[in-house]
């Protein structure tokens, strides 16, 4: 139970943010970016959208445990406005965790064929409703001429070579070493 109440805690602070950007997103048409709580961990776009994304799947186990069908439809709803939410991000790589994240809570529900159908037509409505903007920007994950994307592809190639080379300890809590 105390676990349980632990998920609440965690899936409703963050949540909250999720639900507010969502209802920002629907009302801006999605032309605005959302951002996190300023002077947070989670004040970028970036991050805030991988913090909701995280939060997905406990919000679905919590709504497995409501008894209530009204609660049960609210927390669908506070998740579909943090899917609104991680969307108006603008986040490039939330916009690919959201792809995996919605085919795994498909995959892991009571009847994961048709969840996993619904939850990616969820999402395909979702992304319909995104402005030209979003969808300029989010095209830019198959051109390898971004910054951003180049830097995350060689810290990607990094950490495999390190997982590689070093596969028990890592590399520890100082990975600026010479020697990693």
Not at 48 to 52: K, N, P
Not at 123 to 132: C, E, K, R, T, Y
Not at 161 to 177: E, K, S, Y
């Given at each position: 139970q105390q676990i349980t109440w632990l998920v609440w805690v965690i899936a409703l602070s963050v949540g909250i943010?999720?639900?507010?950007?969502?209802?920002?997103?629907?009302?801006?048409?999605?032309?605005?970016?959302?951002?996190?709580?300023?002077?947070?961990?989670?004040?970028?776009n970036n991050e805030?959208?991988?913090?909701?994304t995280l939060v997905l799947p406990l919000m679905f186990f919590l709504r497995g445990e409501l008894k209530n069908a009204m609660a049960r439809h609210l927390m669908t709803a506070a998740m579909i406005f943090i899917g609104?939410?991680?969307l108006g991000?603008?986040?490039?790589?939330a916009f690919l965790a959201i792809i995996v994240m919605a085919l795994?809570?498909?995959l892991k529900s009571s009847r994961p064929v048709l969840m996993s159908v619904l939850t990616i037509s969820l999402?395909?409505?979702?992304?319909?409703?995104?402005?030209?903007n979003w969808s300029?920007?989010?095209?830019?994950?198959?051109?390898?001429?971004?910054d951003s994307a180049q830097s995350r592809l060689k810290t990607w190639r990094m950490i495999w070579?390190?997982?590689?080379?070093?596969?028990?300890?890592?590399?520890?809590?100082?990975?600026?070493?010479p020697e990693i």
């Open positions: 943010y999720g639900i507010k950007g969502g209802i920002w997103t629907v009302a801006t048409g999605g032309s605005s970016r959302v951002w996190g709580p300023p002077g947070s961990f989670i004040e970028g805030l959208a991988l913090a909701l609104f939410s991680i991000s603008h986040s490039r790589g795994f809570l498909g999402l395909g409505l979702l992304v319909a409703f995104m402005p030209d300029n920007r989010m095209a830019t994950i198959q051109s390898h001429e971004d070579n390190l997982a590689l080379h070093r596969p028990i300890n890592g590399a520890g809590f100082d990975i600026a070493t």
